[in-house]
């Protein structure tokens, strides 16, 4: 039999549902998929049934199939019980493209927390004449040339053809409080560092989490520093709620991602997402030791792939992040050079003991035989 690591997720499934197919996960809770015009193909959106109405949980991309797919779960899906709420986990397109039209449609309210609305009304309002001085000198620092910061530019809008209008108005969720729907009671947990206020739902009577971005079983959440916020420390925020969620979530919770397929073992996937940005940090520590290399350049300590036009700015904003965690915790010297860009220097001497102290762990990681 193969070996897998000890953080291997369990899945609830072996299979997946097809696009606008329901599949119950328990009582009440339902799963839904909709298609995505890109390399993630899917997101997971979750409906939960209350007395009198529906719930849904994320939204689906406006582009595409997606509204025919949410008709059709309207005519075959919800019995005879209407949607009475719709509730994003934060303000990305795949998340609250469709949320406009839903509660236009059935005349419902909006939850969301406040630092994603906002995001998502300023975001979704963004156009090209945005890209601004800073706009530009944030590439530069980053270690474009003026040639590239014109491509960027170019390129550069918000998110307003991939989502409907949003909604006019929003109830606010609030870490810490509760929805009750059906008699269950699902607290808002509110992670960060992936988007500035994402809001889980967990119900311990049913011990599941809805996860949202903020904890997916086979990929890595992009957690990204962007021009408008240049000096933001968002992997901070990301490891600070992984411990978080460590503390205050039970390692046996039933987890419903965004992506992938809904999965056992929270808790070590939360480390193995701990661990793998830590992975990152001493690559990059160990790239700055003998060289002072600019962000673009770094791109490959990262990303082992060829990254295309549509992915390096993501990329960079993830390497920023890294870089400016180091930076502000004072393990790397970060200076301007003749053309404007950021380099960086490793200043931390027990380096390359916890490199080796790093790899002897790797060594000794047990392997789980199934």
Not at 192 to 217: F, K
Request: with cysteine; net charge negative.
């Amino acid at each position: 039999m193969p070996s897998v690591p000890l953080s291997a997720p369990q899945y609830l499934f072996d299979d997946v549902p097809a696009p606008g197919e329901l599949r119950e996960i328990v009582p009440g809770v339902q799963w839904l998929r909709m298609p995505l015009p890109m390399a993630l193909d899917h997101i997971n959106l979750y409906l939960l049934e209350d007395d009198d109405g529906w719930w849904l949980i994320d939204t689906g991309i406006a582009l595409g199939k997606t509204e025919a797919l949410w008709e059709q779960v309207f005519a075959t899906g919800l019995g005879d019980k209407p949607v009475k709420a719709v509730l994003s986990t934060h303000y990305h397109p795949d998340h609250i493209g469709m949320a406009g039209w839903l509660c236009e449609r059935w005349q419902v309210p909006f939850y969301m927390t406040q630092a994603e609305y906002l995001s998502g009304l300023a975001f979704s309002r963004m156009q090209q004449e945005h890209f601004s001085w800073s706009s530009a000198r944030h590439l530069q620092q980053a270690g474009y040339s003026a040639e590239q910061i014109d491509h960027a530019r170019g390129r550069f809008s918000g998110f307003g053809d991939y989502i409907k209008p949003m909604p006019t108005a929003y109830r606010r969720l609030v870490d810490g409080t509760s929805l009750v729907i059906n008699g269950q009671r699902w607290r808002v947990v509110v992670g960060r560092g992936h988007c500035p206020e994402h809001a889980c739902l967990y119900s311990e009577t049913l011990n599941i989490l809805i996860s949202g971005d903020q904890v997916i079983p086979k990929i890595t959440s992009n957690v990204s520093v962007m021009g408008g916020e240049p000096e933001a420390n968002p992997l901070k925020d990301w490891l600070a709620s992984h411990e978080r969620f460590l503390e205050i979530l039970p390692a046996d919770a039933l987890v419903l991602p965004a992506h992938n397929a809904p999965f056992h073992g929270l808790h070590a996937r939360l480390r193995r997402l701990i661990e793998h940005h830590e992975e990152h940090l001493l690559a990059l520590e160990e790239a700055c030791v003998a060289a002072s290399p600019t962000a673009l350049e770094l791109l490959p300590v990262l990303f082992k792939r060829t990254l295309d036009d549509s992915q390096v700015g993501l990329a960079l904003g993830e390497c920023i992040a890294h870089l400016n965690y180091l930076h502000q915790r004072g393990q790397l010297a970060r200076e301007l050079n003749d053309k404007g860009h950021y380099t960086y220097r490793s200043i931390d001497d027990t380096l390359h003991l916890r490199l080796r102290r790093y790899r002897s762990e790797l060594e000794d990681q047990p392997i789980l035989q199934v």
